[in-house]
């Protein structure tokens, strides 16, 4: 079943709109939906290595896009429906304090969950609630992703055909460690 999956994810790498995909995968991704695009990201690399920093450009510009709108979801549906709910139940003081100490780290902590597996939707929607400035925003996620995506594509590049023949011999362990990693980014932000 996951060579099956494999092979039809590996096809659809070549299809002509696989980098519309990406760019709807990656845009998501960063504001609303759970699927990092390295799952289409990297076998589009495998299949097509002299385009890997098209996709790396193509999945870095959607991801920040997305992250314009997931800072924008903090931004707006914080003011609306969360300070009035805050502020009834006598939070809005800890809140205040809260945004202070997360603008005072959020570059580190856009740039960490830019990079990491740790769900970038998170830090995008915090940064537009607490009220990050929008440029320290948009500037960092540019360059978190641009090391994500721009190193995954070199790597790639690089080493492709040992790696796929790596992930062909042990899909299942690879898979494991990835939705281990995923699971774990989830976990990590839902207990911080």
């Known amino acids: 079943m996951l060579n099956s999956l494999y092979n039809r994810t590996m096809a659809l790498a070549y299809h002509p709109r696989a980098m519309w995909a990406l760019a709807v995968v990656a845009?998501?991704?960063?504001?609303?939906?759970?699927?990092?695009?390295?799952?289409?990201m990297i076998p589009m690399i495998l299949a097509r290595p002299s385009r890997a920093w098209?996709?790396?450009?193509?999945?870095?510009?959607?991801?920040?896009?997305?992250?314009?709108?997931?800072?924008?979801?903090?931004?707006?549906?914080?003011?609306?429906?969360?300070?009035?709910?805050?502020?009834?139940?006598?939070?809005?003081?800890?809140?205040?304090?809260?945004?202070?100490?997360?603008n005072d780290f959020g570059f580190w902590a856009v740039l960490t969950a830019g990079v990491t597996p740790f769900p970038y939707k998170v830090i995008t929607i915090m940064s537009g609630w607490t009220g990050m400035p929008l440029a320290t925003f948009v500037a960092t996620s540019i360059l978190a992703r641009a090391l994500r995506f721009f190193l995954v594509a070199a790597?790639?590049?690089?080493?492709?055909?040992?790696?796929?023949?790596?992930?062909?011999?042990?899909?299942?362990?690879?898979?494991?460690?990835?939705?281990?990693?995923?699971?774990?980014?989830?976990?990590?932000?839902?207990?911080?």
Do not use: C, H
Request: charged content about 15%.
């Open 27 to 40: 845009f998501l991704e960063s504001s609303v939906f759970p699927i990092p695009p390295d799952l289409l």
């Open 54 to 102: 098209a996709i790396a450009l193509v999945a870095l510009v959607a991801s920040v896009l997305g992250g314009v709108l997931g800072y924008a979801i903090g931004a707006f549906f914080y003011e609306s429906v969360g300070a009035p709910i805050l502020q009834a139940m006598g939070k809005a003081e800890a809140m205040e304090a809260f945004n202070t100490r997360f």
């Open 155 to 192: 790597l790639l590049w690089k080493f492709g055909a040992p790696v796929r023949d790596f992930i062909e011999k042990r899909l299942g362990l690879v898979l494991t460690v990835f939705m281990a990693l995923l699971i774990g980014g989830f976990l990590l932000v839902r207990y911080l």
